[in-house]
């Protein structure tokens, strides 16, 4: 019997250490960043649309499992939500923004880092059940797969986390700061992101040896994330103002496409399409993802588009920099509304399964971002390797931006809208 309990209170334990299964419990909804939810837009609204004001710049995007809706802010805290009022259920102060979208574990425990150079995880009540601590600010998204955290952190390293007792795995040597999210193969042997220099990283996920790099070019840097397609086609973007295609297995380069301005997010893919969207060109792009040509492009906006791309059946969701987040429709481009925002709207929308959609606004342009982290690398440099003055550093530079963003009065909000209000 002893034996027998062991067991359950082991498989309890791995099922614990998994991402939620539904809704949208992470950045890009999964591992792969495919970004597609099949919930279509809810007929009857069960509840009225709310806002949530967080009290900070909120950069990081929102993730929904169940009746509970997860944020960070530069405030510090993570909080969780209630889906249905916007109510706020807790709060988890950390010592630095959280600008690292969180991940959702199948318990409802939620797993996210902090510029105070850690990576948390919180049960589904708020309480500290693990922290593990990187050697400068993570800034980039938590992706859960087979047991296993994966988190960038801006001291050059990829960090695995097991989640089971919290602890670190490996970490694997980048050339430069990580801020791109992880994007995991379907079998998980593989895990993918790029880091500030531009360069593509393959990463065996047993022991995080590099398998392979791929550069995205002489000006390729950025935060982009990888996104995975079903055939084994790794898509990206970059500050050289180009979206790439790579061989999975190998690095090999199969073809680039212009997008006439930096591509700081994510892309999306689903039904052999890849979308993403650009900078200076304020363009969003639907390409066929085999042949690298444009289906359709939108450069309805007035600002610059930040925000990372969300499909559904016959939605797509992107946030840009003129305080929207705007709906398009997937077929063909044609623009059918957007939401108004207080601010930059840098957060890329989740889905529900009921067809809500959250997203958040922040009071930085991507602009004020990079210069942050620019600071923060120069201040990492004068520390030669010292980890506690490179942190030190980083929490000067966060210090003199948040006293200047609450000098004035700007504020970033969580959004809960039903699409069916709008169309």
Not at 91 to 112: C, E, F, M, N, Q
Not at 269 to 280: H, I, K, L, N
Not at 299 to 326: A, Y
Request: hydrophobic fraction near 40%; proline fraction near 3%.
């Amino acid at each position: 019997m002893r034996c027998l309990a062991g067991v359950l209170v082991a498989i309890a334990a791995t099922a614990s250490a998994q991402l939620a299964t539904r809704d949208w419990p992470q950045f890009g909804k999964s591992p792969s960043f495919q970004s597609y939810s099949t919930a279509g837009p809810s007929a009857s609204p069960s509840h009225s649309e709310w806002t949530f004001n967080a009290g900070d710049r909120v950069v990081a995007s929102p993730a929904v499992v169940g009746d509970m809706v997860y944020a960070g802010s530069d405030n510090g805290n993570i909080f969780a939500l209630n889906a249905t009022s916007g109510a706020l259920l807790w709060a988890y102060a950390t010592g630095g923004p959280v600008r690292s979208s969180p991940a959702v574990l199948a318990d409802g425990s939620v797993i996210a880092g902090s510029y105070d150079g850690a990576v948390y995880h919180v049960s589904a009540t708020g309480a500290l059940l693990g922290k593990v601590q990187t050697g400068m600010s993570v800034y980039a998204p938590v992706s859960v797969a087979n047991g296993t955290a994966y988190v960038g952190s801006m001291d050059k390293h990829l960090y695995a986390i097991t989640i089971d007792g919290f602890s670190t795995k490996w970490s694997a040597q980048a050339t430069n700061v990580v801020n791109s999210g992880t994007a995991v193969s379907a079998d998980g042997s593989t895990v993918y992101f790029m880091d500030y220099s531009g360069i593509v990283h393959a990463a065996n996920a047993a022991d995080g040896s590099i398998a392979w790099t791929a550069s995205t070019g002489p000006n390729g840097a950025g935060g982009s994330s990888p996104v995975l397609d079903n055939r084994g086609t790794l898509f990206i973007g970059s500050w050289s103002e180009h979206a790439f295609a790579f061989n999975a297995t190998t690095g090999a380069q199969i073809w680039s496409f212009d997008t006439q301005g930096e591509v700081e997010s994510h892309g999306a893919w689903v039904d052999g399409t890849v979308y993403f969207s650009a900078e200076e060109s304020r363009t969003l792009f639907a390409i066929n993802a085999r042949t690298a040509q444009p289906l359709w492009q939108w450069s309805g906006s007035s600002q610059e588009l930040n925000g990372s791309p969300t499909l559904t059946p016959t939605l797509v969701f992107v946030g840009s920099n003129d305080h929207s987040m705007h709906c398009l429709r997937r077929s063909d481009g044609k623009h059918l509304f957007a939401v108004q925002a207080a601010a930059n709207v840098f957060a890329s929308a989740a889905v529900a399964d009921d067809g809500w959609v959250f997203f958040a606004d922040n009071t930085a342009t991507l602009d004020d971002i990079r210069a942050q982290n620019s600071d923060m690398m120069v201040a990492a440099e004068r520390c030669a390797g010292d980890a506690d003055c490179a942190l030190a550093g980083a929490r000067a530079v966060w210090s003199r931006s948040l006293d200047a963003e609450r000098g004035s009065g700007r504020l970033g909000n969580v959004y809960a809208i039903n699409p069916s209000l709008h169309l």
